[in-house]
């Protein structure tokens, strides 16, 4: 009983705080949604039609990136939105439905995303490490049923957001709810860390395993191509940074926002950290840009594909 009080008052004294952003983080996250929209829209067409169309037979890797990107796809989408909420000083006039599938959306595009990429790295690291007992693994059959399971997965560990994420009126306002504060905040704290500790940190370690053996075992093998160790470092460069860039700084604040709540802390230090998170939010949104990168990586005639669409796209237009 002592610690709900104790926790009753912490989130008391939290209160006295406005819970807001100042324009100038307004005026950031509108451009970086902005560019979000503008690059990996018609980004994220054009790298499925390429998946679609140009890529056959499809391998385990193009099936996973083909998922992942319609992932993006439906997240970038919901950007729109987004911008007009920036721009019009966080005030939501989408109404509460719209709110929670937003944020639902944001949500499941970032933990699917950890998971096919995840998914891909488990791929690549038995095709490199055990090359001559991957052959069943190559399989379609194998890759559908991983990609299905991502999707379920992802929209099971997300679902409880459905019930946490709300609009809130305020004086001259009408809030969309993040995580950050949803409420109940004590349910939300231990939904974070679960996140966190098994949506995150373990794949986390996962890949970063995988990525380190699988460099370790290039740089054994003497009879690898050069051409193909220099691919898996690149490979191994921008799918870790998508994880350690965009998604570490964004779960670490996001735990450190939702505890500094609980707890009584000066407001300046409040609006310093809600800075910070607004950073890294935007930071694990570009994770979309990552895996446009990551496309062009994996794939070795996914530039010569971009290049002929390209073509007959201006063919089209010239008629």
């Avoid at 018609?42 to 890529?55: D, E, W």
């Avoid at 038995?126 to 999707?151: D, E, H, N």
């Avoid at 994770?287 to 990586?297: A, D, F, P």
Wanted: net charge positive; proline share 3%.
């Amino acid at each position: 009983m002592a610690n709900v009080t104790s926790l009753q008052n912490s989130t008391t004294t939290f209160g006295n705080c406005p819970d807001e952003g100042d324009s100038i983080q307004n005026v950031y996250l509108s451009l970086i949604y902005i560019l979000l929209f503008l690059v990996c829209f018609p980004g994220n067409i054009l790298a499925i039609s390429v998946y679609i169309f140009k890529m056959k037979p499809w391998k385990s890797s193009t099936i996973i990136m083909l998922n992942l990107a319609i992932t993006d796809l439906l997240y970038v989408s919901c950007l729109p939105f987004l911008i007009h909420y920036a721009v019009n000083g966080e005030n939501w006039v989408f109404g509460s439905f719209m709110c929670k599938f937003i944020r639902f959306n944001f949500y499941f595009n970032t933990y699917s995303s950890i998971f096919f990429l995840t998914c891909f790295s488990l791929f690549r690291f038995v095709v490199v490490v055990y090359p001559m007992s991957c052959f069943a693994l190559q399989k379609r059959r194998w890759t559908i049923m991983a990609c299905i399971g991502v999707w379920v997965l992802s929209l099971l560990l997300v679902s409880p957001l459905i019930y946490l994420i709300t609009t809130k009126q305020t004086a001259n306002r009408l809030i969309c709810m993040d995580l950050t504060n949803a409420e109940p905040l004590d349910f939300a704290r231990w939904f974070n860390w679960f996140l966190t500790i098994f949506a995150f940190f373990v794949p986390l370690v996962a890949v970063t395993l995988c990525y380190v053996v699988i460099i370790c075992t290039l740089a054994r093998g003497p009879h690898t191509q050069s051409a193909y160790k220099q691919k898996a470092r690149r490979l191994a460069i921008v799918l870790l940074a998508v994880f350690y860039i965009c998604f570490l700084p964004f779960h670490i604040f996001r735990g450190v926002r939702i505890e500094l709540k609980l707890h009584p802390v000066d407001c300046s230090l409040m609006r310093l950290f809600r800075g910070i998170f607004t950073i890294s939010g935007s930071l694990a949104s570009l994770n979309t840009i990552g895996n446009l990168i990551l496309y062009v990586v994996v794939a070795d005639n996914f530039q010569q594909a971009i290049i002929l669409i390209c073509k007959f796209i201006v063919k089209t237009q010239k008629k």
